[in-house]
């Protein structure tokens, strides 16, 4: 079977009922400070939001077989992806045989090098290979998640990540990863303010529970060994992203006079390179590519069998969020953990909060992927329309 057609796409999704349950409060990430790479200049720094580009919405791509049967893949950052989709992808692919994975993959890595294939055409290479992925299981009949291997457990083990922590204790969870809200901008009082923060956060999930931080690309190598000094008696898991992600050398600094803590990083690491990097000079121990940022389900096989080799653990950065990241997680033994990000305010259940079709979610800590064929997404075909008209 060939490829018939490729095309990036929006997805207009039918209005969502309204959430019947009035929130106790506002979400965490309403307000809330998080320390990011511009917290160094005032007027952005307080929230991503102020400086992130504000009319990159989220892209789609629809690739059809010849019978008609379609797949679709989605990324983010708008019309730059789009046109990379569009303008040289799909017209180098069509035509060529819908399950030839690997192939297809390396073709868009080389092709996409005279202008990097890391950054924004790494997203472009994402939305296409997943769509290839949901198109194969549509053909031949079968959740992603069975021609990736076959369910690896019963049921999947999820982290919930987020700022309301008791609202993810009554939800289940039984471990949790806190948005750093400080960094050097701050001084010695971001310091102080950062550790008091997660001493509440430990105080209140007690410890029997694991807890994490995630830093944003927020620090140099000099506040991330002062904080996790500070941290040292909570006993964090990991701490995450603390570092520009270009910076490997950093990485293996930080490695090297932390080596009593966990460390986590890769969801800015585009296409597999970065990771194998890594990987081989052990500059972090839990590797976290976003399935639909890296360069898709065939790039994320190649880190996740790459690290398990090492004997280093992968999980998905935001992989509970989309069912591209739950099918591939449920087919790897060695994911036994899922990152679930909750924004909805507490006391709002996580089925009113907008359930995208076919996304599972989690119970009491656990969930289970659809297992419709492809990525399991109840997806109409008219509510798809051309990204460029």
Request: proline share 8%; aromatic share 10%; net charge negative.
């Amino acid at each position: 079977m060939k490829i018939k057609s490729i095309r990036a796409v929006r997805l207009n999704l039918p209005p969502a009922p309204p959430s019947t349950t009035v929130p106790r409060r506002p979400s965490w990430a309403a307000e809330a400070e998080v320390a990011n790479p511009m917290s160094r200049y005032p007027h952005v720094k307080r929230n991503r939001s102020l400086w992130l580009p504000r009319t990159w919405e989220a892209v789609c791509c629809k690739v059809e077989a010849e019978d008609g049967t379609w797949g679709l893949g989605m990324t983010g950052h708008g019309r730059a992806v789009a046109a990379v989709i569009d303008d040289h992808l799909a017209p180098q692919l069509v035509g060529q045989p819908c399950l030839a994975h690997e192939k297809l993959a390396d073709m868009m890595f080389r092709m996409t090098k005279p202008y990097g294939s890391t950054g924004l055409a790494s997203y472009a290479i994402s939305a296409v290979d997943l769509a290839l992925w949901d198109l194969k299981g549509k053909l031949l009949d079968k959740p992603v998640y069975e021609l990736l291997g076959g369910p690896a457990r019963d049921k999947q083990l999820c982290y919930c990540t987020g700022n309301d922590v008791d609202w993810y204790l009554e939800l289940g969870f039984k471990a949790f990863k806190l948005a750093c809200p400080y960094g050097p901008a701050d001084g010695l009082e971001g310091l102080r303010k950062n550790e008091e923060f997660v001493a509440r956060a430990r105080e209140e999930i007690g410890d029997d529970k694991e807890l994490m931080l995630d830093c944003w690309m927020a620090f140099d190598v000099e506040y991330t060994v002062r904080l996790a000094e500070r941290l040292r008696p909570y006993r964090l898991k990991w701490i995450e992203e603390c570092l520009l992600s270009e910076d490997l050398d950093a990485h293996v600094e930080c490695r090297q006079r932390l080596p009593w803590q966990g460390l986590a990083t890769g969801e800015h690491w585009y296409t597999a390179t970065p990771f194998m990097a890594a990987i081989q000079r052990r500059a972090v121990d839990f590797l976290q590519p976003d399935i639909n940022w890296c360069g898709g389900a065939t790039v994320c096989q190649k880190i996740v069998h790459a690290a398990e080799g090492a004997g280093l653990t992968t999980i998905l950065h935001g992989g509970g969020n989309t069912p591209y990241g739950q099918h591939f997680t449920f087919a790897q033994p060695s994911m036994t953990w899922l990152e679930v990000f909750v924004s909805a305010p507490p006391g709002v259940p996580l089925s009113e909060g907008g359930r995208f079709p076919g996304l599972a979610l989690p119970q009491d800590g656990y969930l289970v992927p659809v297992a419709a064929p492809g990525f399991g997404m109840d997806i109409k075909a008219e509510w798809l329309s051309p990204f460029f008209i």
